[in-house]
């Protein structure tokens, strides 16, 4: 079985005697239980396994019975711990409240009690480990998969990785394009959206929020205003609707808007969206190209290779704390800027020969970023930056 990174790092903090709370989180399907499940094999410790999947989101007694149950276990054992797992903890109201009290219960009678909160709605979790667990948690972010873990797990191309995209449970379908399809949209897409984000968060207009999500794969990559997209989405709203909701589909793994990069704060803030997936599957989804087709045709291959690369910046950004923009003065454009601890880094994919990129030249006059990189066949090719740690371009 394929074993993530983060495993090692989540054993670690499990058999550290100043135990915070570990909450993983992260999008649908990339592993967060198997994680989990991972960890209890590997460590001698005993545990209880439980999920809030289909537990009434009214039933806050549900976390203090399951943890008192852990704490009975406990005390009847030999052990020096205990392992308390729950899963989908965010289908909970008031969750983090609940754990809270419990948590600071434990602490002050000397109960050692370990936790691991695992949750796919980033937005949910986030709002509760802010507004309670501020100092008893710590954060492990699942992204979607690397091109190098689904080689490694499935033996993907660096072709199939870019059509078809990241998540482990499609890979066994990817020879029949259309269960492939079916299970995306049905075990991915539909679920997210529908239990993740509507069933969690007020939504005035469901159908505009679908239609968005939609919108983005079809003009992934493109920079595209609000006003524009309004005109061509059902149900519309107002431009503040159609951001607020483009923010909801960021926190749970699915789009984003990237902002032009600029030297100013306030023009940041007030560009024009460059619309992006974190998944190309997403792409490919909607699609009316198959793979077996689309690799044959240079200039849509090439835009998907570009997705791809932006997919991968998208989800390191989530994990590393980097800043990732797009830049455009004129004619002149820069695919990727990348912002650390104020160094910047630029990225600019094509997928052909290209040994000299104008829009590169004119932002290393103008910003001085610390590297510049130019993904072509004749520099560096878009198989070998997939593979690239993105921390050793601050470096």
């Not at 993983?24 to 960890?39: D, E, H, N, Y």
């Not at 954060?139 to 080689?151: A, C, D, G, R, V």
């Not at 524009?228 to 789009?255: C, E, F, P, V």
Request: net charge positive; aromatic share 10%.
């Amino acid at each position: 079985m394929f074993i993530r990174k983060q495993l090692s790092e989540l054993q670690s903090r499990i058999q550290d005697k100043n135990h915070l709370i570990q909450v993983i989180t992260g999008p649908r399907q990339v592993g967060k239980t198997t994680l989990a499940s991972q960890l209890v094999d590997k460590i001698q410790i005993p545990y209880s396994f439980i999920s809030a999947d289909a537990v009434p989101s009214s039933l806050t007694t549900w976390v203090e019975q399951q943890w008192e149950a852990a704490r009975i276990k406990l005390k009847n054992s030999d052990a020096e711990s205990f392992l308390l797992i729950i899963d989908e903890i965010q289908k909970i109201h008031n969750w983090s409240e609940v754990v809270k009290k419990l948590y600071d219960q434990d602490r002050r009678n000397k109960i050692n009690l370990k936790v691991i909160l695992l949750g796919s709605s980033t937005l949910m979790i986030a709002k509760g480990l802010t507004e309670s667990l501020t100092g008893r948690f710590e954060l492990i972010q699942l992204p979607h998969w690397t091109y190098s873990e689904m080689n490694e797990a499935f033996g993907l191309t660096p072709e199939q990785f870019v059509y078809f995209g990241s998540y482990p449970g499609s890979a066994i379908f990817i020879s029949d394009e259309k269960r492939w399809r079916d299970y995306i949209l049905n075990s991915i897409i539909e679920p997210t959206i529908s239990k993740d984000i509507l069933q969690l968060t007020a939504i005035q207009k469901p159908a505009l929020l679908k239609s968005l999500f939609e919108h983005a794969c079809l003009y992934n990559s493109e920079i595209l205003s609000y006003n524009k997209m309004l005109g061509q989405l059902l149900d519309a709203g107002n431009t503040t609707t159609l951001s607020h909701y483009q923010r909801l589909l960021d926190s749970a793994w699915m789009i984003t808007g990237l902002q032009k990069f600029s030297g100013s704060t306030v023009k940041i803030k007030s560009s024009t969206p460059k619309l992006l997936t974190y998944n190309t599957a997403f792409v490919s989804v909607y699609s009316n190209v198959d793979f077996a087709t689309i690799i044959t045709k240079p200039e849509l291959w090439g835009r998907r290779v570009e997705q791809s690369v932006g997919a991968y910046l998208l989800n390191q950004s989530r994990i590393h704390n980097f800043d990732l923009f797009y830049w455009r003065e004129g004619n002149a454009e820069v695919d990727f800027v990348l912002r650390k601890n104020k160094k910047l880094v630029t990225v600019e994919v094509k997928a052909g020969k290209v040994k000299f990129h104008e829009g590169l030249e004119l932002f290393k006059k103008k910003y001085k970023p610390a590297k510049s990189i130019l993904i072509s066949e004749d520099n560096l090719s878009w198989q070998e930056f997939i593979k690239t740690d993105t921390l050793t371009l601050f470096v």
